[in-house]
């Protein structure tokens, strides 16, 4: 742990930087920790030595390391408040926010890049943690039908399905009836064989449709990415941009990221922390969601080291509690 003193600098600095993006000297820091700029530099100095701080370059003032950042972050007493026009921002989008999940979680991504002006990223939920809220087949045409599958996490799965023939309106209702009293509240994984109703068309019908669902695959979380292009505003190096975003384009890689960053019981992956080497210069904070209380998916914003972390988790935070609060009500 660090002493008071050199704590106060190390803080100073880190702040500095985020909103300068420059190096920092003992100038800029004496009069917010209210001692000497000849103390201020020797503890920086010190700070050095322990890896908290570096120099770019002699001369100039230091910059945090990943060290320096990581200690930043871990003495948080509180993360940020929204301000004002944000936290009405995020209200207003909430009471607003109606169709498909997908859309939303879309949405969602864009509203999260919009409060924290990073790249935002939305992990969807996997249908196998969800139960199967309503089922309804359709007829399109007198050979073609439409099965419509509503989740409890707010997705929407819909399969198109050839039918026999006699494929009538009432036939079709039986169908419905009969998927819904043997699928409703259950997930995909805990679906077995449909009992058989006695009409050889209503039976055909619904196993066609049960295959169609069926045919969903496990763990294919959707990602929606809000904001991508302020990447090119976060980094100098054109080669380090055209590195993140292919890591962006890379969904596997992403879920994955997420999900290993919060199993190790982290709201904030620093650098090296995320453990992928292209985004060495990057910060992700990251959080889940829920639906009736079981984690359904996260949310997370990727941005540079330097990134206002205060701000960032509390835009997470904010965002992921009243996503999970508008799954779970519907």
């Given amino acids: 742990m660090l002493d008071e003193r050199k704590a106060a600098i190390l803080r100073a600095v880190v702040e500095e930087y985020i909103e300068t993006a ?42 945090p390391t990943e060290k320096g950042y990581r200690y930043f972050v871990d003495t948080l007493t509180a993360p940020g408040h929204l301000r004002g026009a944000q936290a009405q921002q995020v209200r207003h989008f909430f009471e607003k926010a109606h169709g498909e999940l997908e859309e939303m979680l879309d949405a969602t991504s864009r509203l999260l890049s919009d409060l924290t002006e990073h790249t935002a990223v939305v992990i969807g939920p996997p249908h196998e943690v969800a139960t199967i809220r309503s089922v309804n087949v359709v007829g399109l045409s007198d050979t073609l039908g439409l099965v419509v599958v509503v989740f409890s996490n707010g997705a929407v799965d819909k399969h198109t399905l050839e039918l ?17 009293a043997h699928l409703t509240g259950k997930s995909i994984g805990a679906i077995g064989p449909l009992p058989a109703t006695g009409d050889e068309r209503t039976d055909a019908i619904s196993n066609a449709a049960l295959a169609a669902l069926q045919e969903q695959p496990e763990g294919d979380e959707q990602v929606f990415v809000g904001g991508a292009s302020r990447m090119a505003l976060a980094f100098d190096a054109v080669e380090t941009v055209r590195k993140v975003l292919g890591i962006l384009e890379q969904q596997y890689v992403v879920v994955t990221v997420l999900r290993d960053v919060l199993d190790r019981g982290l709201q904030v992956a620093i650098g090296s922390e995320t453990g992928l080497p292209p985004l060495a210069e990057c910060s992700l904070v990251v959080a889940p969601y829920e639906v009736e209380g079981e984690q359904a998916g996260s949310i997370g914003v990727l941005g540079p080291t330097r990134m206002n972390y205060p701000q960032a ?18």
Avoid: C, F, W
Avoid at 313 to 330: D, I, M, N, P, Q
């Fill in 313 to 330: 988790l509390a835009a997470v935070a904010v965002v992921s509690k009243r996503l999970s609060k508008h799954l779970t009500e519907g």
């Fill in 164 to 180: 026999p023939e006699g494929a009538s309106p009432d036939r079709l209702a039986a169908t419905t009836a009969h998927l819904s």
């Fill in 22 to 63: 420059q190096p920092v000297g003992s100038g800029h820091i004496a009069p917010v920790v209210n001692v000497s700029s000849a103390t201020v530099r020797n503890e920086m100095v010190a700070l050095e030595q322990e890896g908290y701080l570096q120099q770019p370059h002699t001369s100039a003032g230091r910059v």
